[in-house]
């Protein structure tokens, strides 16, 4: 399903083409998508990075398109990985409260930025401090460009239903339409929700059975 098609079945289902709900239609996707993404990982909408780190430097910034790490390692200058573990930032300031104290970092947190904004990223943060200067591959869940914006996506291709019940949930709730048609749709799109976390989660094993990759909890 692409978006024309998305915006015509909209349309056909809530039988309403007025000027000001058609023009509403792009943010009931919009939202719609960015519950999916937020909701379920999705192993296709995965991406690998590298950056480099300094010594005495504890922070790394954030791809613009972050939603939610897979793994990150540091690479020495003999190529050796070592996959970090994520930790909440209390955790870090506890465990290492001088930021001075440096070493072959263990360990990673999320530690500001603003996740609604590309403009914001934020920044993760090591611990202990990087001793030397070291590469890092940052394995993660991107967000990516909306049906909205690309006319196609991997949601409109894979998981239509979801994004259709979605996008019909939040045009109903514009149009403070009927409570049981309501309800009908956020069943329908809770029962697409279920099929994509449980398609999500296989996937995920067996990538992870498949490529033998060490990677952090989520």
Known sequence: ??????????????????????????????????????????????????????????????????????????????????????KDVNFMREAYPNESTTGLPKYYSEFDGDFSSTNSP????????PDTNYSV????????????T??????????????LYGSLVNAYVFMKGEQDVLAMYKEKFDEAMQRLIVLGEGRLKRDSYRDGEPRMDL
């Open 1 to 86: 399903m692409n978006y024309a098609e998305l915006v015509q079945s909209i349309q056909d289902f809530t039988e309403n083409n007025e000027t000001t709900f058609v023009a509403e239609i792009p943010t009931f996707v919009r939202q719609t998508e960015e519950l999916i993404h937020r909701t379920v990982m999705i192993p296709e909408l995965r991406k690998n990075v590298t950056a480099n780190v300094t010594s005495s430097h504890p922070y790394v910034a954030r791809p613009n398109d972050f939603l939610a790490p897979f793994s990150f390692a540091v690479i020495d200058s003999s190529s050796n990985y070592t996959f970090l573990i994520e």
């Open 122 to 129: 934020g920044n993760f943060i090591l611990a202990p401090t």
């Open 137 to 148: 591959q940052l394995h993660y869940y991107y967000d990516p460009p909306s049906i909205v």
């Open 150 to 163: 690309s006319s196609t996506s991997w949601l409109g291709d894979n998981a239509e239903q979801a994004l």
